[in-house]
């Protein structure tokens, strides 16, 4: 799940289909519980894990970013932030 996280932030930055790879890794990650597949708090821990990751997979991109003193427009391109500015 950690490198998953971390795969699925950089697609996201990187190519149109990684909201759809998103999307499949949350909705995969919702049915197991609701199919009794898996348990809840298994649940609870996959995405802790799936966010840590993706927390990790973003460093390279700041990094990045900074470097070439683009910072503000990588701020701008985070989903949901222009929503909520």
């Given at each position: 799940?950690?490198?998953?996280g971390?795969?699925?932030i ?8 990684g ?21 809840w ?45």
């Amino acid at each position: 799940m950690l490198v998953s996280g971390a795969v699925a932030i950089n697609i996201y930055f990187f190519k149109p289909t990684g909201a759809s790879v998103m999307i499949a890794i949350g909705v995969y990650l919702v049915l197991g519980p609701v199919f009794r597949i898996r348990k809840w708090r298994e649940f609870g821990s996959d995405v802790l894990i799936l966010l840590w990751g993706m927390a990790i997979g973003f460093v390279p991109l700041v990094i990045f970013y900074i470097w070439q003193g683009q910072l503000p427009a990588l701020l701008t391109s985070i989903p949901l932030v222009d929503e909520i500015t």
